[in-house]
């Protein structure tokens, strides 16, 4: 491959992921999905593909609340956090554009749902259970898991969950592969869901996604 046709391919995935920036206006790539989903490794990355902030409403909630989340459940229970976390992500949609994780329960909310279809673009890192364990199982800070059986109860979480989670605006498969294959599915997905579409393809004759 030359020299020069690889600078060309690179200079129209930047032009895309210009475009991607510029479409999203001031609306946040809110990210959604189970613990484990990679919500946060993926996130990273991708705000810095397209030149964004990241912001975990996680940390965000133990900013604001002085304490972790294991911490807050065990001491106020799950009803409290959830109360605080609907706040902290209104509020942080407010500061848009950027790259939002959000913790897997928040989507659950409907005026939290309502608050992301009005000023974010969703998006569902959807994993198996055999994924989602496999990286759980690294850390020791996930209330939900504590004291269950991992397993039972992520596939609870699932059943639950996963209906609600199918409103998003865009659903990427959450794979057992390197963050950066993820990052670019999503960016892939967003194109498509945006109409964003670089001089190569439009050279094609290639039909945007609306």
Known sequence: MSLALTEHR?????????????????????LIGLMGAGKTAVGRRLANRLDLNFIDADTEIEVAA????SEIFAEHGESYFRQGERKVIKRLLEAG???????GG???NPETRANIKARGLSVWLKADVKVLLKRVGRRDNRPLLAGG?????????IEERYPIYAEADVTVESRDVPHDVIVGAV????????????????????KKVK
């Open 97 to 103: 554009p950027q790259v939002l994780a959000t913790g």
């Open 149 to 157: 059986d991992p397993e039972k109860v992520m596939k609870k979480l």
């Open 187 to 206: 960016i892939d997905a967003l194109a498509d869901k945006l109409g964003c579409t670089a001089k190569a393809d439009k050279t094609q004759g290639r």
């Open 10 to 30: 690179k200079d129209d995935r930047q032009e895309r992921l210009a475009q991607i920036h510029e479409a999203l206006g001031s609306r946040s790539i809110v």
């Open 66 to 69: 002085g304490a972790t989340i």
């Open 106 to 108: 928040a989507y659950m």
